[in-house]
């Protein structure tokens, strides 16, 4: 099965940009798509963005306004978030998950997630 890996969290101003990967291993991602999810404190979580294998996208359109971007790097078996013009309400854990097979727009379904990595943005 396949293990999934955050990283790229942590401080940034208002502003700010921060990029975030995913890194899979044990398997590639060839046939997984990968969702991109955040957890902000006291609150449910959030599907933010998903890519499938062929390398389509799909945001919530909650998240669809062009400062977050999905992007797949099959050499390197990742995906990241590129996250822009950040804002204190952005701050939550960040988690990736993979499933089989097409996206999901939402939590359910999603079989495997990595352990998440906080992104905390200070005004």
């Known amino acids: 099965q396949v293990q999934l890996a955050e990283s790229g969290g942590g401080w940034v101003q208002a502003g700010g940009s921060v990029r975030l990967s995913c890194t899979a291993s044990?398997?590639?991602?060839?046939?997984?798509?990968i969702g991109w999810f955040r957890q902000a404190p006291g609150k449910q979580r959030n599907f933010i963005a998903a890519?499938?294998?062929?390398?389509?996208?799909?945001y919530d359109p909650a998240f669809a306004e062009g400062r977050f971007t999905i992007a797949k790097d099959n050499a390197n078996n990742t995906v990241s978030l590129e996250m822009s013009t950040l804002k204190p309400e952005d701050t939550a854990v960040y988690s990736c998950?993979?499933?089989?097979?097409?996206?999901?727009?939402?939590?359910?379904?999603?079989?495997?997630w990595g352990q998440g990595t906080q992104v905390t943005v200070s005004s």
């Open positions: 998950a993979a499933k089989i097979g097409g996206y999901i727009a939402n939590t359910v379904g999603y079989r495997f």
């Open positions: 890519i499938n294998p062929s390398g389509d996208t799909k």
């Open positions: 044990g398997r590639t991602l060839n046939y997984y798509s």
